[in-house]
């Protein structure tokens, strides 16, 4: 690999693509955990290559070669959710329309799928954004965190203390149904 990184800083561009061959799956791999959306992955992954290209010099150590790139890829991926999900304000718009979400049981019901609609009409705008978040779109706390710019604290009590609401007012839901019958 040094000899590639030294070939590479002499000008020979089939150097870096060896080096870049040796490395893409990583890439990957690491784009795909950060990024959900191939198009995204791919831009994330293309910036990287062309950034690695030109400050190959400023790597000091050419067996961390492989370390070097993927924290490149990282501030990539963290630069295109950025600008993606924070910048556009897309969850300050956040509409969720008739949803029905497969449950893992989040709320201990029996039920294989709920109408997630009728049940955020009984939550406030926060709670509604905070669990539209973690449980459609798979965000964990931390993530949810950076979004929002709330403490990851404050999201994880959250959602706790809305878990608890909503098991409340389907507990007695049931209770209003079996009484009916």
Aim: proline share 2%; aromatic share 8%; hydrophobic share 35%.
């Amino acid at each position: 690999m040094e000899e590639l990184i030294k070939n590479t800083l002499n000008g020979d561009k089939h150097s870096f693509e060896v080096l870049i061959d040796s490395v893409k799956s990583d890439l990957y791999r690491v784009a795909q955990a950060k990024l959900k959306n191939l198009d995204d992955v791919n831009d994330a992954i293309q910036e990287t290559i062309f950034k690695a290209f030109d400050k190959l010099h400023t790597l000091k150590e050419p067996k961390l070669f492989k370390t070097w790139i993927i924290r490149i890829l990282i501030n990539e991926c963290n630069i295109i959710y950025r600008k993606k999900y924070r910048q556009t304000k897309i969850f300050n718009k956040l509409s969720i329309s008739k949803t029905t979400v497969e449950i893992a049981n989040p709320f201990n019901i029996t039920e294989d799928k709920i109408d997630f609609d009728i049940l955020l009409k009984h939550l406030n705008e926060k709670e509604q954004l905070i669990l539209a978040l973690h449980y459609n779109s798979k965000y964990t706390p931390d993530e949810i965190s950076d979004i929002l710019g709330i403490n990851a604290n404050t999201i994880k009590s959250t959602i706790y203390r809305t878990k608890q609401k909503l098991r409340k007012y389907l507990e007695k839901e049931e209770l209003d149904n079996e009484s009916r019958k």
